[in-house]
C-alpha cells in the first residue's frame, strides 16, 4: 500500500516536498518511482530510488531541481521539488516495483505551481 502526500499550491520559483508512505518492507524490496501525470497526457517518470538511495535516476526535466531520497527502516520516500516551475504542476504519484515493472500505485497527490 501507498499512501502520497504533501501536494499543494505554490508559486514558481517555490519549493515543496511531498512524501509517499509504503507499507513495512516496500523499499528493501522495490524500486521506488515517483511519476506525473498532467490531464490529458501520459504518465511520465519523475525519478526513482533504490538500493537505499545508491541507485538514483531523474528525468532530464527535473534534474538539478527535484531530488529523491528515502528512508528504508520508516519506509517513506520523498520528492524535494525546488524551483518549481507552472509546467511542474501535475498530479504526482508514487509507485513500486522490480525495475520496468510492474508497479504498485498509490494514490496521486495534486502539485499546482502558479506564474
Known amino acids: 500500500q501507498l499512501q502520497a502526500s504533501g501536494g499543494g499550491l505554490v508559486q514558481a520559483g517555490g519549493s515543496l516536498r511531498v512524501s509517499c508512505a509504503a507499507s513495512?518492507?516496500?523499499?528493501?524490496?522495490?524500486?521506488m518511482n515517483w511519476f506525473r501525470q498532467v490531464p490529458g497526457k501520459e504518465r511520465e517518470f519523475v525519478a526513482s530510488?533504490?538500493?537505499?538511495?545508491?541507485?538514483?535516476y531523474y528525468a532530464n526535466s527535473v534534474k538539478g531541481r527535484f531530488t529523491i531520497s528515502g528512508d528504508n527502516a520508516n519506509n517513506i520516500v520523498w520528492l524535494q521539488m525546488n524551483n518549481l516551475k507552472p509546467e511542474d504542476t501535475a498530479v504526482y504519484f508514487c509507485?513500486?516495483?522490480?525495475?520496468?515493472?510492474?508497479?504498485?500505485w498509490g494514490q496521486g497527490t495534486l502539485v499546482t505551481v502558479s506564474s
Open positions: 509507485a513500486a516495483g522490480p525495475t520496468g515493472g510492474p508497479y504498485y
Open positions: 513495512r518492507g516496500t523499499l528493501n524490496h522495490y524500486v
Open positions: 530510488f533504490s538500493r537505499g538511495g545508491d541507485s538514483l
